[in-house]
């Protein structure tokens, strides 16, 4: 049996109602759950882009690379191993004002994860950190005893570290 692996996939489409709930659909089909998904424009004009982490097997990765291509709006899609991608999650944290005042361990939990405040009130401040998903799930434990307000987490933005070459092919 293959091992599974995590991969990024890229796909690249037309921006259609319901490409997003049909793609879904391919890996819910195959009982494959999707760790992440992000949707976003791209670099090429009116083209978008929609990134899914997921761990499966190589076997099933050309599969479903297959499938999605099938789908009328997509142009194009990829794959990609952890080893050939650049890739990051970000994520903001909802905290107590008073944790500022009354705590220093906040202030050195912050300069020392590179997280940064970018808003600030008399009841709460608000708290981004972008890294690697293990970076963010470290932050949310150490805070998570301070108590969390709020929390929410990015999908995967990826680049890969070789060209892509969708942008020549569509020239």
Do not use: P, W
């Not at 659909?25 to 760790?35: S, V």
């Not at 107590?96 to 401040?125: A, H, P, Y």
Request: net charge neutral.
């Amino acid at each position: 049996m293959s091992t599974k692996n995590t991969y990024t996939v890229s796909i690249y489409t037309e921006n259609n109602v319901g490409l997003l709930n049909r793609i879904s659909a391919i890996f819910q089909r195959r009982h494959m759950n999707i760790e992440s998904i992000n949707s976003s424009k791209s670099e090429i004009k009116n083209v978008s882009r929609i990134t899914i982490l997921v761990k499966i097997t190589e076997d099933q990765m050309k599969k479903i690379i297959g499938q999605i291509e099938k789908q009328v709006e997509v142009i194009k899609a990829f794959y990609h191993s952890e080893e050939e991608t650049i890739y990051q999650e970000s994520c903001l944290f909802k905290l107590n004002s008073d944790l500022l005042i009354e705590n220093d361990e906040i202030q050195m939990i912050i300069n020392q994860s590179k997280s940064r405040v970018i808003n600030i009130n008399k009841d709460f401040f608000v708290l981004e950190k972008s890294g690697s998903k293990e970076e963010v799930e470290e932050l949310y434990q150490i805070l998570k005893k301070h108590g969390i307000m709020q929390f929410v987490r990015s999908g995967r933005i990826a680049i890969t570290k070789e060209e892509m070459k969708i942008s020549k092919m569509l020239d």
